[in-house]
């Protein structure tokens, strides 16, 4: 038998022909002229699986899409890895922007351009063959392998959480490698330790049944000022949320942590630069990268009421509307966070208002894997030893809701260990994969497989 | 030769039936199809003063509808009297709500129901046959006779004030009547003494060129927290508000005007009650009524920014727009608080904000008609004289801009005369007249005009 090293090499044309029917199934996940597509893609994934010699493989229905779901269990003495991922895909509009088109897999200078290259079927494919070099090089996994891959990543994961709860002995494992990311390059190898958790509720402030004339103007209260003064007490002006126990969870950042974020690449330079901001805004106790990564924010993301036409209306509105959500620092709960906003808008709304607050969808816990902790150090490890590079550590401001999901609900850790790269345009035309790290990736994957068993459960 | 009250009794069938004519001619001024109606209402009014033996009338151009204007100056001895009203209508929309056809008018009960008759056809034609009595049983007027009937009050009067000022000494006079609004009824004649002013402005605030995804939460300002920083910054959480001279050249209340608010018909109840308000707003210092009367305002008419849809969008907001008017009390120029607003606005910008400031159209001044002045203690005499009831003084919160307009321009007093009734439904459907004010404003009206030589130019 050959070494898994050798077998990877030697199916490259295999596993690329693999990915390029893989990116031909439009599976856009939000929409239903597509619910065939999508369909098609979990089978496609399954049936991958299967011929990787993981003959455990079932598709399993949820309100929404299905969830693939496979396993292999070598020995109960085994550590067990969740491998997490989906085969759902972003639209591609605006056609019009392609090069090609984005479910004719075009292949030029060492990349792979099509929708999901990137995001994420590269990275789902790279993980399956993994195993399956491993498998058909020693006969059997290091470690006991589960595949959780699901088909709403890109509409937020609606059914995941159910799905993860209603399954939680059949999912339950050591450790999840999430797919959905990377881990940059060969030459600057990188490891995710952080993204924040997300609480959102929508304001509706009403002070009669129906606008008023200005000309009333001097008894007749003013939705959009009521609004205001709620919403302006909310924050003072560097930023700092005035919501009482707003901060009581969040951790204090430790040295250590400092020096990783300080020596993180300062991607808010760029985004800065890019969209044209002023001024950066924010807590002046703490660094620009700091806020982004380690402290909590609270943001009113839409706001309207009264008449918003050309010209004037001499209307004093009866309505007004605002949406807020807040990203999480590790350590917050978004359902505490949710609870305390919604006093704090109660407790300061003036007389003249009655106030509604309601939940938005999409409520998610941050999540943050210590740099200390075992499956880092060993990837860590193996990605110094195998590149003769630093590994970056990285932390992100926004958030990846399955990471706290599987925290909350079964109790285990997520690292992410995928090929996407930033600049690759996920969720944009002309998205790409990069075919070397597509490559690399999966020797990765079977270093880290081989590797964990002696780490995990010691 | 009769008595002109003798006159006005015997032609009630004819004018009832030019009022029905005149209101049968849909001369809706905002609508580019009704044109040519609007054109027709010019010349039929234009007839209908030639017919009541008034010869100069002229129909003039303006860069919208045209205006008519008629004289008869009896001699340079005698005191010029203005009379204003307009020949243009609001769209009759939603027509389903009508009982009977909006421009078929229909008799019942002893009201007039069609588009226009209370707002303010009735009005425009009772005056013109009031000056034909006048003239058809006396063989001359009391005094020069001036008529000025626009046909643009529904859409805000754009070309007004330019022909105003164009044609300063063709208007010239000694006081204005203003035939648009009411005088009550028998039982409970009222005069109006003020309105208020207006000066509208519209913010914009801008922190990027494009929104920003919240995961930038941390660094990336946000238009709409830096908005609502500079708008809440306008007013106390009273209503007091804050700009910097505001209030300098406000009237301070007496202590007659206090009574005469005191005494008003409490219309504020009735509106809240109607509205649903919750509860009434404003400086505590002053009474609901004292405040939307003989105080200015500022209120937010319009707000919005970022993402408006349902659910969840978890964006920065790089712009954020709000529409601003005040309502000005006696004496308060509308360009000088349109300057002040702007100067706070600039100044309690925060940094992370550029901030534009635009001024809306519809900028008015305010009026106020001092209740000693001889033209409303004539016509209080008259009032009490025939009725032998009290006459009660009338203040309103709204803006009647033409009447700032000729005091500016012609530096003229104006005062109103005409059947309106608050009930009448102007502007709604099912809009009616009350007959018997239509027969009894022509009788004021010829008493008035006869009186006037004896208490103008004294």
Redesign the interface.
């Known amino acids: 038998m050959s070494h898994w090293k050798s077998y990877l090499e030697e199916h490259r044309e295999t596993f690329l022909h693999d990915l390029v029917q893989f990116l031909s199934i439009p599976s856009v996940s939000t929409s239903p002229e597509h619910g065939e597509d999508v369909r098609r893609a979990a089978q496609w994934t399954a049936d991958r699986i299967r011929r990787a010699g993981i003959s455990d493989v079932r598709i399993m229905e949820t309100k929404g899409h299905p969830v693939v779901y496979a396993e292999r269990i070598e020995s109960p003495d085994k550590p067990t890895v969740l491998i997490y991922g989906h085969f759902d895909v972003q639209p591609a509009e605006p056609l019009e922007l392609w090069m090609h088109p984005p479910f004719h897999p075009h292949i030029e200078d060492g990349k792979i351009y099509a929708r999901a290259a990137s995001d994420m079927k590269g990275n789902v494919l790279l993980s399956i063959v993994a195993c399956e070099a491993l498998l058909q090089t020693r006969g059997m996994l290091p470690v006991n392998i589960k595949f959780l891959i699901e088909g709403e990543e890109e509409i937020g994961s609606p059914s995941l959480g159910g799905f993860i709860q209603q399954n939680r002995q059949l999912l339950a494992c050591d450790l999840t490698i999430s797919a959905d990311g990377g881990i940059g390059t060969r030459e600057q190898p990188q490891i995710g330790l952080s993204n924040?958790g997300?609480a959102?509720l929508q304001v509706r402030v009403?002070?009669?049944?129906?606008d008023?004339?200005?000309?009333?103007?001097?008894?007749?209260?003013?939705a959009?000022?009521g609004l205001?003064?709620i919403?302006?007490s909310l924050?003072d002006?560097e930023g700092r949320i005035q919501v009482d126990g707003f901060y009581e969870d969040v951790k204090s950042i430790s040295d250590a942590e400092r020096d990783v974020i300080a020596k993180m690449t300062p991607a808010?330079d760029a985004?800065?630069r890019q969209?044209?901001?002023?001024?950066?805004?924010?807590e002046p106790e703490?660094t620009?990268?700091?806020?982004?990564?380690a402290?909590p924010?609270l943001?009113?993301?839409?706001?309207?009421?009264?008449?918003?036409g050309q010209?004037?209306?001499?209307?004093?509105?009866?309505e007004?509307?605002?949406?807020i959500?807040c990203?999480l620092a590790a350590n917050q709960d978004p359902e505490k966070i949710r609870e305390l906003v919604k006093a704090h808008i109660y407790r300061v709304a003036?007389?003249?208002?009655?106030v509604f607050v309601e939940d938005?969808?999409?409520s998610a816990y941050p999540y943050q894997l210590p740099a200390e902790h075992t499956s880092v150090v060993t990837l860590q490890r193996i990605l110094e030893q195998t590149t003769g590079k630093h590994v970056k550590f990285e932390r992100?401001?926004?958030?990846v809701p399955v990471m706290g999901m599987l925290r909350q609900t079964l109790g285990v850790e997520t690292i992410t260990v995928g090929a996407s790269q930033k600049d690759e345009r996920a969720h944009a035309p002309n998205e790409f994969l990069r075919l070397e790290n597509f490559y690399w990736l999966q020797e990765v994957v079977c270093m880290y497989l081989e590797e964990l068993p002696g780490v995990l459960r010691q």
Do not use: C
């Open positions: 924040r997300l959102g009403k002070t009669a049944d129906v008023l004339h200005s000309g009333a103007g001097g008894y007749a209260p003013n959009l000022h205001i003064s919403l302006e924050r002006e808010f985004v800065m969209a044209g901001v002023k001024t950066s805004f924010g703490y620009p990268v700091e806020r982004s990564v402290r924010t943001e009113i993301n839409g706001m309207w009421g009264g008449f918003q010209g004037v209306k001499t209307v004093i509105p009866h007004a509307f605002a949406k959500t990203r003036p007389d003249y208002v009655d938005l969808p999409g992100s401001g926004g958030t």
